[in-house]
């Protein structure tokens, strides 16, 4: 069974620019949750999808959004980057998602870089 | 919102010694997992206690979940480079929510 997809692997932009990361869940997996990590703030949690409907958000900015599709896929997409944002973005699928009973199976993220 | 502790930050060791995590929180829980992450890579999951009290063993690593259910400890007896990373605990609460704690890093001078 393939693991979890995410893409790019590596991402550089500027202020300003917006981004847009992809992420595949393990098949028959219908959540996803995505996370920034940080050396200084640790993992934190952005937000997690279940069945194409986002089911719990954290405490990041309307700049941060996700949505996820049909087929369990999702993305999310920062918009006017800031220095700040740069970051391991890590993205998790399980089978009922948080809180459920199901571990998280994790990507390898995708390491932005704002310049 | 719930909160887990995680203790301590660091954790620098000779190989050989033994090494122990814990994660507390004031709000009992309904399971905990835990995970670890290599440097460079991507957290793993380890296992998932439920039940109150439940104590769990994977070669040298030993997991415990307190009688509260409000915390949680990750032993390793007689450490090897290779358990160099992050160890994190993950809880479960209500409404769907996952509350991560900071982690433990563990270094191992061989």
């Known amino acids: 069974k393939a693991g979890v997809t995410q893409t790019p692997r590596y991402l550089i932009k500027t202020r300003g620019q917006q981004v847009t990361l992809s992420c595949s869940p393990i098949?028959?997996?219908?959540?996803v949750s995505w996370y920034q990590q940080t050396p200084g703030q640790g993992l934190q949690f952005l937000f997690e999808?279940?069945?194409?409907?986002?089911?719990n958000k954290g405490n990041f900015p309307g700049r941060f959004s996700g949505r996820q599709f049909s087929n369990s896929r999702s993305e999310m997409n920062v918009s006017t980057l800031e220095l700040g944002d740069s970051a391991l973005y890590l993205c998790?699928?399980?089978?009922?998602?948080?809180?459920?009973?199901?571990?998280?199976?994790f990507g390898n993220g995708t390491r932005l870089t704002v310049t | 919102g719930q909160q887990v502790m995680q203790i301590p930050q660091y954790q620098h060791v000779q190989e050989g010694e033994d090494f122990t995590t814990y994660c507390n929180s004031s709000?009992?829980?309904?399971?905990i997992q835990w995970y670890k992450q290599r440097p460079g890579g991507h957290p793993v999951f380890l296992i998932q206690?439920?039940?109150?009290?439940e104590v769990k063993k994977q070669k040298r690593l030993t997991f415990q979940f307190g009688e509260a259910k409000k915390n949680s400890s990750l032993h390793i007896t007689a450490t090897q480079t290779t358990d160099v990373g992050t160890y994190f605990c993950?809880?479960?609460?209500?409404?769907?929510?996952?509350?991560f704690g900071k982690g433990t890093l563990l270094t191992v001078n061989p």
């Open positions: 999808y279940f069945s194409e409907t986002q089911r």
């Open positions: 098949s028959g997996h219908r959540s």
């Open positions: 206690l439920v039940k109150s009290g």
């Open positions: 993950v809880s479960g609460g209500s409404n769907y929510k996952l509350t």
């Open positions: 998790a699928s399980s089978l009922d998602g948080q809180g459920g009973n199901s571990p998280l199976h």
């Open positions: 709000t009992t829980l309904s399971n």
